[in-house]
């Protein structure tokens, strides 16, 4: 079974300043996916960006960047310039390669962005 | 495109009442994915259809949870008799039958408090 560990429940930052949301995973298979979405609050969840696995570079999308080591089953999420509308809870999650998989999400991050 | 939808988004019942939850995919999506998170506690899966039928359904709690997808549209979740356990935030997801990295589409989530 697979396992996703995200173990800071809360964190703050500066408006324009940079964090970085820590997530751990545990698994046997080696084809998969990991992904952190983003709820704002009373908003849908959506995704903010996917990793696949087999590929070495680290994926980014505009200010969000990932750091994802492999072998260390980490996948931490950088954001850059944060913004107000940045606010939200943070999940990680994990699903295996293939069409027909379930997401397993960590327990989520509160982030909050301040002005 | 419309995104998906549940209905109804709160819903606040006694012990031992009766609750049905609506969620609508995007059209065109074949899977359809029921998720709960409990206060505090990871986003879990509930189960998975592809059409209409259940293609996974390891994640329901227990017979009080039937879920349905007549025609492989909307899907309903029905608890009966709700307990206090239940309570939590119900979400629906979707995604394309084709493999196209695995993205679930989130629905806003039905918010379930059991009294």
């Known amino acids: 079974a697979q396992t996703v560990t995200q173990s800071q429940p809360e964190m703050s930052v500066q408006e324009a300043e940079t964090v970085t949301l820590s997530c751990t995973y545990d698994?046997?298979?080696?084809?998969?996916?990991l992904f952190w979405y983003k709820q704002p609050p009373s908003r849908q969840m959506i995704l903010v960006i996917r990793?696949?696995?087999?590929?070495?570079q680290n994926a980014t999308e505009n200010r969000f960047s990932v750091n994802f080591q492999k072998a260390a089953k980490s996948f931490s999420l950088k954001i850059s310039d944060s913004q107000l509308g940045d606010t939200a809870m943070y999940f990680c999650?994990?699903?295996?390669?293939?069409?027909?998989?379930?997401?397993?999400f960590g327990k989520g991050i509160t982030l909050s962005v301040r002005p | 495109e419309a995104g998906v939808t549940q209905f109804p988004s709160h819903s606040v019942i006694e012990k031992g009442q009766t609750v049905t939850l609506r969620c609508d995919p995007i059209?065109?999506?074949?899977?359809l994915y029921w998720y709960r998170r409990v206060m505090g506690k990871e986003i879990k899966f509930l189960l998975h259809?592809?059409?209409?039928?259940?293609?996974?359904e390891s994640g329901m709690p227990n017979n009080r949870f039937l879920a349905e997808r007549t025609g492989g549209t909307y899907s309903t979740l029905k608890v009966q008799p709700a307990e206090l356990e239940d309570s939590g935030v119900y979400f629906c997801?979707?995604?394309?039958?084709?493999?196209?990295?695995?993205?679930?589409?989130f629905g806003p989530g039905t918010r379930l408090t059991v009294l």
């Open positions: 698994t046997s298979e080696s084809n998969y996916y």
């Open positions: 997801a979707s995604s394309r039958r084709d493999f196209v990295g695995n993205e679930q589409f």
């Open positions: 259809f592809v059409k209409e039928s259940k293609q996974d």
């Open positions: 990793q696949e696995a087999y590929k070495q």
């Open positions: 999650a994990f699903i295996l390669r293939g069409a027909n998989s379930k997401l397993t």
């Open positions: 059209s065109g999506h074949d899977n």
